[in-house]
């Protein structure tokens, strides 16, 4: 059974920072390309960014670049998202999920930046 399990959420004040793990298991975790989605309150699900499965190519959308790293640990199994310079409209539940198939995410964690 596929488990991924997020955490590293929080409540930070814009231009702040976080950094969110989601450690997995019950599949094969180096041979998966992996993603990180969110959504915001009353919006639908977007797509943050993808990670190849040797971490070799590196996907963004737009509205993160250059503040926004993830990167990959495969012997620890675990996914990261480093958030600089945070946002109001970062705010949003953030999973993370197989990219082939982002039905296949975790629980989600809560990033809710305000001042």
């Known amino acids: 059974e596929v488990q991924l399990v997020e955490s590293g959420g929080g409540l930070v004040q814009p231009g702040g920072s976080l950094r969110l793990s989601c450690e997995a298991s019950g599949f094969t975790f180096s041979i998966n390309d992996m993603s990180w989605v969110r959504q915001a309150p009353g919006q639908g699900l977007e797509w943050v960014s993808r990670i190849s499965s040797g971490g070799s190519r590196i996907y963004y959308t737009d509205s993160v670049k250059g503040r926004f790293t993830i990167s990959r640990d495969n012997a620890r199994n675990t996914l990261y998202l480093q958030m600089n310079s945070l946002k109001t409209e970062d705010t949003a539940v953030y999973y993370c999920?197989?990219?082939?198939?982002?039905?296949?995410r975790g629980q989600g964690t809560q990033v809710t930046v305000s001042s």
């Open positions: 999920a197989i990219a082939t198939n982002t039905n296949l």
